[in-house]
């Protein structure tokens, strides 16, 4: 947190400063926590602020809605 927070390495983090944790998630390995950050980063905005919240019921509500691709891309019917 202090890297990300005191501006150390270029990139996304160095430029929205200042940088508040808002969730943490105890992994036993390193690739385990990369994989989860991925996933999360896949969730939509309201996902991700339910999680932060604690809000597990809206965390399963917004993970139900379609996103806005889902939205402008239907699939087909078979």
Known sequence: MSQHR??????YTS?????TL???????RITDAI??????KGW???EQEALIRGDWDGLRDAAKQ??????SHPTPSS
């Open 66 to 71: 379609p996103t806005s691709r889902e939205r």
């Open 6 to 11: 005191d501006g150390t390495y270029p990139g």
């Open 44 to 46: 939509s905005r309201a």
């Open 35 to 40: 994989a989860y950050e991925r996933r999360l």
């Open 15 to 19: 430029r929205r400063r200042p940088v």
């Open 22 to 28: 808002v969730w943490a998630e105890q992994c036993e």
